[in-house]
């Protein structure tokens, strides 16, 4: 049981480029959810998601944009990387607020 | 808005004392909580959370709605204890779990 699957694990991005970080979980939750983790900080919500349609902004969303076809896939897109977006992404999924959220081993994103 | 407060950055303690991470939380209802741990190489993980009131790998964590407290405790800590903790708050108006900066605790053996 793969639970939270992201890709990539580490990348490297020139100011301005873009990219797609990927989420998938195979628990068939509804709940999936975007933090990212900046050193010395604790996690900070970008997006979220109840259901596959359904999408909200999170504490930091801007530069960031998702989308949400289907129930187990959730990427977080890039359009114009900025050095300030270099961080650790968490990508989590769960059934409810009360129920564990599941999280994935994390993509370390660096902005030169 | 709601905000979890976790003061200790860091935390060592030696093997066999006692541990207590503590976590402070600000919010107008009723408030979900839970601890999350990140030991080294491997995923965040839920460890305990409060309704459930379980002591999970010797550690327990108690509400207290007086002083807005989750404390996470352990009697007598082991080496295997050393990882992150974060503390997190949870809203079922929006599905959405608030979490602390993290105390990273390191056992002393």
């Known amino acids: 049981n793969a639970g939270v699957t992201q890709t990539p694990k580490f990348r490297i991005l020139k100011i301005g480029q873009s990219m797609t970080l990927q989420c998938a979980q195979d628990m068939n939750h509804n709940y999936m959810y975007w933090y990212r983790q900046d050193p010395g900080m604790g996690l900070k919500l970008i997006y979220y998601?109840?259901?596959?349609?359904?999408?909200d902004k999170g504490e930091v969303p801007n530069g960031y944009n998702v989308s949400r076809s289907t129930t187990e896939d959730f990427p977080l897109r890039l359009e114009l990387a900025a050095p300030s977006q270099t961080s650790v992404y968490f990508c989590?999924?769960?059934?409810?607020?009360?129920?564990?959220?599941?999280f994935g081993d994390g993509t370390r994103l660096s902005i030169l | 808005a709601q905000r979890v407060t976790q003061p200790e950055k860091l935390l060592s303690v030696f093997k066999g004392a006692p541990v207590e991470l503590k976590c402070n939380y600000s919010y107008s209802g009723s408030p979900e909580l839970f601890w999350y741990v990140q030991y080294s190489r491997q995923r965040l993980q839920l460890l305990l959370r409060h309704i459930s009131r379980e002591s999970i790998k010797g550690f327990t964590a108690d509400l207290n709605k007086g002083e807005t407290s989750f404390h996470l405790k352990k009697p007598f800590a082991q080496e295997e204890d050393s990882a992150m903790y974060y503390c997190a708050l949870g809203n079922f108006g929006n599905e959405k779990l608030t979490f602390g900066t993290g105390t990273r605790l390191t056992i002393i053996p």
């Open positions: 989590a999924s769960g059934e409810r607020i009360n129920q564990p959220q599941h």
């Open positions: 998601s109840v259901g596959a349609g359904i999408t």
